[in-house]
């Protein structure tokens, strides 16, 4: 069982790219989303979806953009990369959205902007 | 607004020392709470949880107690090993936050043998 996929591992841009980061689950799993991991802070949501269709912005959205056009699907697009948006991205999905639900990871995207 | 707070580390412990990470949070409703782990090169995964006061989650050795009396859920471990060096989250999930995951800062914890 695959669990949640997440392309490339490693990226390295210049200011100014773009590129899409890829992440897939096939669990059926309704809701998606996207958090950036950077030292001493956590995990902080960039955007989120609650199914095929449906998105919405987290904490810290600005720079980035998502769609969801099926259920395993959720790409993450930097649409021209900066300095500040080095980090760890990861890319997560759980069945529904309760109180108690798990959720699962993908291995992460390393990003670095120079 | 709901926050998770989480003791800094690293941690440094040798082999079959018993470990504490401590976390307390703030939460406007009844959350629950779940701690998770991130192994070197890999995403996170669920750890154990705890869905109401005075719970007991557990999983490999691990235990945490939901105390709402003190608003915290401190991961303990009678006796670690060099594999579960690793980065431990705290977390909660409260109707209140749209049921958003509310993350700590995460405590690098490092076993020497």
């Known amino acids: 069982n695959a669990g949640v996929t997440q392309t490339p591992k490693f990226q390295v841009l210049k200011t100014g790219q773009s590129m899409t980061l890829q992440c897939a689950q096939d669990?059926?799993?309704?809701?998606m989303s996207w958090y950036r991991q950077d030292p001493g802070m956590g995990l902080r949501l960039i955007h989120y979806s609650v199914g095929a269709g449906i998105t919405d912005q987290g904490e810290v959205p600005n720079g980035y953009n998502v769609s969801r056009s099926t259920t395993e699907d959720f790409p993450l697009r930097l649409l021209s990369a900066a300095p500040s948006q080095t980090s760890v991205y990861f890319c997560?999905?759980?069945?529904?959205?309760?109180?108690?639900?798990?959720?699962?990871f993908g291995q992460g995207t390393r990003l670095t902007v120079v | 607004g709901n926050s998770v707070t989480q003791m800094e580390g690293p941690v440094t412990l040798s082999e079959e020392a018993f470990l504490t990470i401590n976390c307390t949070y703030t939460?406007?409703?009844?959350?629950?709470l779940f701690w998770y782990v991130q192994y070197p090169g890999e995403g996170l995964q669920l750890l154990l949880k705890a869905t109401k006061a005075d719970d007991k989650g557990s999983n490999k050795g691990f235990e945490a107690t939901y105390r709402k009396e003190t608003t915290s859920f401190h991961l303990e471990k009678g006796s670690v090993q060099v594999s579960d060096s690793a980065v431990y989250f705290c977390a909660l999930s409260d109707v209140d936050s749209n049921y958003q995951l509310i993350w700590g800062a995460g405590t690098k914890l490092i076993i020497k043998p």
């Open positions: 939460a406007t409703g009844y959350p629950s």
């Open positions: 997560a999905s759980s069945y529904d959205r309760t109180l108690n639900t798990e959720a699962f």
């Open positions: 669990m059926n799993h309704e809701y």
